[in-house]
């Protein structure tokens, strides 16, 4: 945490003072919003009847990819930790199905069951033993869009290397980490496009507001428990 930054200015996004509500420039219009959009649309490049899965799909990301999928006519999949979250990716953003992977014993099976066509586009939120089942799943030309692996950050060792490569070989994988900041000189097309998508109806979001900066670091630990549903946010005070 800190209470002041120095920069050159090069990287500041100004925020439009008219977003109702503000906290959605942190969140669908902010970071995460342009991280789901550029990693999907360009990274992953998904085709119309597609078949998009995401994991860590209930986040701030995930929510927001499986919505654009949607968008661009594909069959968006997700993957969440409780009941309440695939309830909400299933009844609030039209996703085609999700699973709970906490309650799932055997996620390669779960998948194959889900997706019997296989799934042309992963978005990686998570790693871990999820992706590995996510590995045999992929089709011909499927891409990967790797953007966070919350599974490993707080290991003290990593417990997974690089392994199950011999599908991307036969089936000619894909597989790209990306950053928002890669994009930061298309962010305002981004935001455009973004915000008539939001206020047409066709996205939506949720999000976890916790009061007070002194419960900022337990906000923090919900959130890589996953106990957040859309962006964990700690309000500081009233505008």
């Given at each position: 945490?800190?209470?002041?930054?120095?920069?050159?200015?090069?990287?500041?996004?100004?925020?439009?003072?008219?977003?109702?509500?503000?906290?959605?420039?942190?969140?669908?219009?902010?970071?995460?919003?342009?991280?789901?959009?550029?990693?999907?649309l360009d990274v992953c490049q998904?085709?119309?009847?597609?078949?998009?899965?995401?994991?860590?799909?209930?986040?701030?990301?995930?929510?927001?990819?499986?919505?654009?999928?949607?968008?661009?006519?594909?069959?968006?999949?997700?993957?969440?930790?409780?009941?309440?979250?695939?309830?909400?990716?299933?009844?609030?953003?039209?996703?085609?199905?999700?699973?709970?992977?906490?309650?799932?014993?055997?996620?390669?099976?779960?998948?194959?069951?889900?997706?019997?066509?296989?799934?042309?586009?992963?978005?990686?939120?998570?790693?871990?033993?999820?992706?590995?089942?996510?590995?045999?799943?992929?089709?011909?030309?499927?891409?990967?869009?790797?953007?966070?692996?919350?599974?490993?950050?707080?290991?003290?060792?990593?417990?997974?290397?690089?392994?199950?490569?011999?599908?991307?070989?036969?089936?000619?994988?894909?597989?790209?980490?990306?950053?928002?900041?890669?994009?930061?000189?298309?962010?305002?097309?981004?935001?455009?496009?973004?915000?008539?998508?939001?206020?047409?109806?066709?996205?939506?979001?949720?999000?976890?507001?916790?009061?007070?900066?002194?419960?900022?670091?337990?906000?923090?630990?919900?959130?890589?428990?996953?106990?957040?549903?859309?962006?964990?946010?700690?309000?500081?005070?009233?505008?």
């Open positions: 945490w800190q209470e002041y930054g120095i920069s050159t200015g090069d990287e500041l996004v100004k925020v439009n003072p008219d977003i109702t509500p503000i906290s959605t420039a942190l969140g669908i219009l902010g970071m995460p919003g342009l991280t789901a959009y550029f990693g999907l998904p085709k119309a009847e597609e078949t998009v899965l995401v994991s860590g799909a209930a986040g701030a990301v995930g929510s927001i990819v499986g919505q654009l999928a949607k968008i661009e006519g594909c069959r968006a999949v997700g993957i969440a930790g409780t009941d309440k979250k695939i309830n909400y990716l299933l009844g609030d953003l039209g996703f085609d199905a999700a699973f709970n992977y906490k309650k799932t014993e055997n996620y390669r099976h779960k998948l194959k069951e889900l997706v019997p066509e296989g799934t042309d586009v992963y978005f990686d939120n998570v790693g871990g033993k999820i992706t590995d089942a996510v590995f045999p799943n992929l089709n011909l030309r499927a891409r990967i869009a790797i953007c966070g692996q919350i599974s490993q950050y707080n290991l003290t060792e990593q417990e997974l290397g690089p392994r199950l490569l011999q599908y991307f070989i036969v089936k000619r994988i894909r597989m790209q980490g990306f950053l928002v900041f890669d994009f930061i000189n298309r962010y305002q097309e981004g935001l455009k496009q973004m915000t008539k998508w939001l206020h047409s109806g066709k996205l939506k979001y949720r999000e976890t507001i916790v009061d007070g900066f002194e419960n900022a670091p337990t906000a923090f630990i919900n959130m890589l428990k996953g106990r957040n549903i859309g962006k964990q946010l700690v309000k500081v005070s009233d505008l």
